[in-house]
């Protein structure tokens, strides 16, 4: 299993932000089997929609460190197919899907904007600032 998978598996779906007003909403997805959060790409050529949601610490130069974000959307390329659609949603500098994301789902041998879709949806959490919640926070997807 790959770092970090049993954080996975512990919250399935659920928001690891304390006090997250959309729990719920998630809640409903899981239980209507809507939504489905994996550790693996192995079924990344079932959804419509894939969402790459990785962290993206900080390298000791202050930058995001992009690690998770690549060594995800690497076994993904493998598995896409026509039509899908890839959503990064990841804090991170603007670009990142243009310049990362991008061209390794195109090693995958499918083409962005003809084959596959791409598109970027920043974080909607802000855990240090109690007043903006989920519902409170337009959600924007760009691609």
Known sequence: ????????????????VPGNRAQRGSYQGRESGRLD???????ADEPAVIIICV???WTAARDPD???VVNSARPIAERLRPRQL????STTY??????????VLAAGGLRPGVDIFVAFSPEREDPGTPQFSAPTIPKVVGG
Do not use: W
Not at 37 to 43: G, Y
Not at 86 to 89: D, E, F, K, N
């Open 1 to 16: 299993m790959p770092a970090g998978s049993g954080r996975l598996l512990r919250y399935r779906g659920r928001s690891q």
């Open 55 to 57: 962290p993206t610490p």
């Open 37 to 43: 959060a994996r550790s693996t790409a192995q079924c």
């Open 94 to 103: 603007p670009g990142t899907t243009r310049d990362v994301v991008l061209p």
């Open 66 to 68: 992009l690690t998770h």
């Open 86 to 89: 890839v959503v990064l949603t």
